[in-house]
């Protein structure tokens, strides 16, 4: 069974960048896709993005360039990277895996929070 | 694409059945999915493709639809169902997600 496990800094400055990984076990990273999705406290779902098992990259243009999703084969972890960051970022952030392209996301984890202040 | 569910909340009690709808503004085929969120949990998915039921979800959950209107029924809403909905669909590059419907008990 697959189980993914976001960490990282639950604090970010305002102008900073946000850095957060999805740690993958049950499964190696590079059979499957994975996607990262936000939710503001008390809102709705947010796409951020997608990586494909080729590597390739697809973003939400609302975030106007800001993210970066990457592979890390050799820690079986997915990384994120958003910056510079605003308020407006402060959200859950859940990594999810897919198991093709265009498919629902089958597997989540459980989401960490991020708040961006000073 | 947006996609839009309604109701936005709605109050139901045990045993009854339950219609969610999400409206898409462009076709999106059968590139729709619906999930199931907990308070202070991630989503799960519960139907993918308009109407595959996800392995080991209850059969009381149902999806239909096509192209741009789609429905997500639970007969027999049992306590463990009072969450919120999310329908997504996948056809775009740009993937989005409904608003979320909440389902409160009566």
Redesign the interface.
């Known amino acids: 069974q697959v189980q993914l496990q976001e960490s990282g800094p639950g604090l970010v400055k305002p102008s900073e960048t946000l850095s957060l990984t999805c740690t993958v076990s049950g499964a190696s990273i590079s059979g499957s896709s994975w996607s990262w999705v936000r939710q503001p406290p008390g809102k709705g779902l947010e796409w951020i993005g997608y990586i494909y098992h080729t590597g390739s990259t697809n973003y939400n243009p609302s975030l106007k360039g800001r993210a970066t999703i990457s592979l890390d084969t050799s820690k079986n972890h997915i990384s994120l990277r958003l910056g510079p960051v605003t308020a407006a970022d402060t959200a859950f952030y859940f990594c999810a895996r897919l198991p093709g392209i265009a498919q629902a996301m089958n597997s989540w984890g459980q989401g960490t929070l991020v708040t961006v202040s000073s | 694409i947006q996609m839009t569910q309604s109701p936005s909340s709605l109050s139901a009690s045990v045993g009854d059945r339950v219609t969610i709808t999400c409206r898409a503004s462009e076709n999106v085929r059968d ?1 729709l ?1 619906w ?1 199931q969120q907990k308070p202070g ?5 519960l139907i ?2 308009v109407s595959s039921l ?1 392995s080991g979800v209850p059969s009381r959950f149902s999806g239909s639809g096509s192209g741009t209107d789609f429905t997500l029924t639970i007969n027999n809403v049992q306590p463990e169902d009072f969450a919120t909905y ?1 329908c ?1 669909q ?2 775009s ?8 419907t909440r389902l409160d008990i009566k």
């Open positions: 590139y999915h999930y949990k991630a989503p799960q998915v993918y493709s996800q999310h997504q996948t056809y590059t740009l993937v989005t997600f409904g608003q979320g």
